[in-house]
């Protein structure tokens, strides 16, 4: 699945290149001793939302020295993900810090392989953890005129793509916290099931029939959203966005086949 954000392509001036977001699948392994957080996208939403099973949960992230997510980024995630899961034991979030990791543009193998080597945090007893990842380097996906943002590729796994998401903010710094908490809500939601992820929602007919596993709703953070742009329309979409300041929200319909999977 792509989240197309905008385009824009740089050619003499005339800025039209893609914005992305991918969510890739991973079956897991029940001979692994770490398979709890190796499964399919999607498979432990409830376990995420609920405290039927796990009572805590918490999130690593990690990333180098010099490509830290903002502040503004990670406090809003902290609050998108305290709002929506159910944990008596509370929600703890640590930051890993790692040296630079070799083989960049990067596959999604490769990531998993990174996630292997860098992950500190897995589940264990009734605390569920979660890793989400902010390389240096980008999606070996990208192409000239498609960049990937972002992927969730297993059940507690994501990958931001951090210095794509600065080189696409660079012109206007003012945007990046925007365009990162766009970025990882919208991942954390393909983590979470949206949209029909796992053919599961009680809302199925929200799912857009065109780009499956995100919404039709064309507000919601989970939205698929490809639009074509000059260097101009560009520009006033940055201007909207720095004015407007505010991050997509999930629409009513998803916030309820989030409830229905025992979040809040």
Do not use: W
């Amino acid at each position: 699945m792509r989240f197309k954000y905008f385009k824009y392509f740089l050619l003499l001036g005339l800025l039209t290149s893609v914005l992305s977001c991918k969510s890739d699948d991973n079956d897991g392994d029940a001979n692994d001793p770490l398979a709890e957080n190796r499964k399919g996208l999607g498979e432990s939403a409830e376990d995420i939302l609920s405290s039927d099973t796990y009572k805590s949960l918490t999130i690593e992230m990690v990333f180098e020295p010099s490509i830290r997510p903002t502040e503004i980024a990670v406090q809003r995630f902290k609050d998108f993900i305290n709002e929506r899961v159910d944990k008596p034991g509370g929600v703890t979030f640590i930051e890993t810090v790692v040296e630079p990791q070799p083989g960049a543009p990067y596959s999604i193998q490769e990531i998993r392989e990174i996630e292997t080597d860098i992950r500190t945090a897995y589940t264990e007893g009734d605390n569920l953890a979660v890793f989400v990842y902010f390389p240096s380097g980008r999606s070996s996906n990208d192409t000239q005129t498609t960049v990937t943002l972002g992927t969730a590729y297993q059940n507690t796994s994501v990958v931001v793509y951090e210095s794509t998401l600065r080189l696409l903010t660079e012109s206007n710094q003012d945007l990046l916290p925007i365009l990162e908490s766009t970025t990882l809500h919208h991942e954390f939601g393909h983590i979470l099931g949206l949209t029909n992820v796992s053919d599961d929602d009680i809302h199925q007919e929200h799912e857009d029939t065109e780009n499956a596993k995100h919404c039709m709703v064309e507000d919601c953070l989970m939205y698929f959203d490809a639009t074509s742009v000059t260097e101009t329309q560009f520009r006033q979409l940055m201007t909207r966005m720095e004015r407007q300041a505010e991050v997509p929200v999930l629409d009513p319909l998803c916030l309820e086949d989030l409830a229905a999977k025992g979040g809040n």
